[in-house]
């Protein structure tokens, strides 16, 4: 078995025949099913994180609690906040 590291659209690296399978970060899979892929094994779960570093939450405060009010609205999470 060899692991190659590819990046942009693995999803194409079965169907032009540069890999058996291949593991990937998805949210819905819907890019592998639109290939023709299922899924075949879960390795883990995903999620996500805004960081923002301590110079830029102080001085640039407003901007970023506007981004995360902003998620927090879109993704409909309750207690969005900056850590």
Do not use: H, W
Request: negative net charge; hydrophobic residues 45%.
């Amino acid at each position: 078995m060899e692991v190659v590291k590819l990046n942009g659209s693995i999803e194409l690296a079965p169907l032009i025949g540069l890999a058996d399978r291949i593991v990937d970060m998805v949210e819905t899979g819907q890019t592998l099913k639109d290939n023709g892929l299922v899924e075949m094994e879960s390795i883990f779960e995903i999620t996500s994180r805004l960081v923002a570093n301590r110079v830029s939450y102080r001085m640039k405060n407003a901007e970023i609690q506007q981004l995360c009010d902003r998620l927090q609205a879109v993704i409909g999470e309750p207690g969005l906040q900056l850590r």
